[in-house]
């Protein structure tokens, strides 16, 4: 068993850019790699991989260990499941809400592979049993994809529902998510920077 | 126990008047109405009540009780919860993903209440084991509130973690979720209307 983070530091995040610079961007994804590093170390994942095009920001990483592949996301990944050789959770490095209950439940999957869908049909975990005998396919409708990909191999998805590990952090909104329900440094970033505020009837974001 | 479902049909939804006319808003409300009053029903709850301002659309109504009252969503909640003698489970009516295991779970709480988080940190469903000890405060950040208003009166909390109950539909990319997740009639309108279309990694709705 053991978890691959994708992670790319460099100008990062770029949906984010309407509400943080780049700068800010780069620092806050930091905050949430190491927050999901925590969290699968606190799951008890022994074996932690960091997958990134470059070392850009990750020069002292030490807690993870960090294998460069400059090639895009998909093919880097499925690179990496065919030489794993043992059970795989891939987790995306802006999940701040992910929680060590989450991963512990969902690599306690009975099926041969869990995905976590995140809003507008992403993946947000996928969690193989047979690495060797899957593939994955990102952006677009990933969840359904992925889903299928199981499927037409022989391979049984348990669907792992969760509002919390289905945040991923792409959009200012996303932010509110971060602010409401959200702990740890990565939300302290954040709140040091916005506030919640109602209006007509909804919450929304604004700098301090 | 038993359920009560705010609803209103007239001009329902009008976030989602960019992709949808007020007619077909007014379908489409009617639609997850009824799918939520059928989970409800699957989860072995017997009395359902609808707690509507008018009863515009509610003239056939044969599956749940139809009560009254023009005063605004607090004010007709509390009234109900004042007045209810037994646990209250308060589900909202465009909640298409909702499913009785979902409900059967929330109501298997072993606190006092028990609140589902939707996005943008409003509240979804509430279950309220001690009605009359309770007030409910909609709109904002509805969520922070509802688990504020429990503890303040000694009420212990669970918050319920669910992507697909916590997903209600009230903007256009809402109406993804429900083409990605969905099933019912609900999911049968809307995909009559649309179809997803990738566009730069992400997932749009499309008018067919």
């Given amino acids: 068993m053991k978890a691959v983070i994708p992670y790319k530091k460099a100008s990062a995040k770029s949906r984010l850019s309407p509400v943080l610079t780049r700068e800010e961007r780069e620092e806050f994804v930091e905050l949430m790699l190491n927050q999901v590093i925590d969290t699968l170390k606190e799951a008890g994942i022994g074996t932690i991989d960091i997958l990134s095009p470059s070392t850009y920001g990750l020069e002292n990483m030490t807690k993870a260990n960090v294998l460069l592949d400059k090639s895009d996301l998909n093919e880097a990944l499925n690179r990496y499941l065919k030489q794993a050789e043992e059970p795989v959770i891939i987790v995306m490095a802006d999940l701040p809400l992910l929680s060590s209950k989450h991963v512990k439940e969902i690599i306690s999957t009975k099926k041969d592979v869990c995905v976590v869908p995140g809003k507008g049909g992403g993946t947000n975990s996928l969690f193989i049993k047979n690495p060797s005998r899957y593939t994955v396919r990102y952006y677009g409708s990933s969840f359904l994809t992925h889903c299928s990909i199981a499927e037409e191999t022989g391979q049984s998805v348990e669907v792992y529902d969760s509002l ?45």
């Fill in 164 to 208: 919390f590990a289905g945040t991923d952090i792409d959009e200012p909104e996303d932010l509110v998510e971060l602010l409401i329900h959200g702990s740890g440094a990565a939300k302290k970033y954040i709140s040091k920077k916005f506030r919640l505020e109602m209006s007509r009837g909804r919450v929304r974001l604004v700098h301090i």
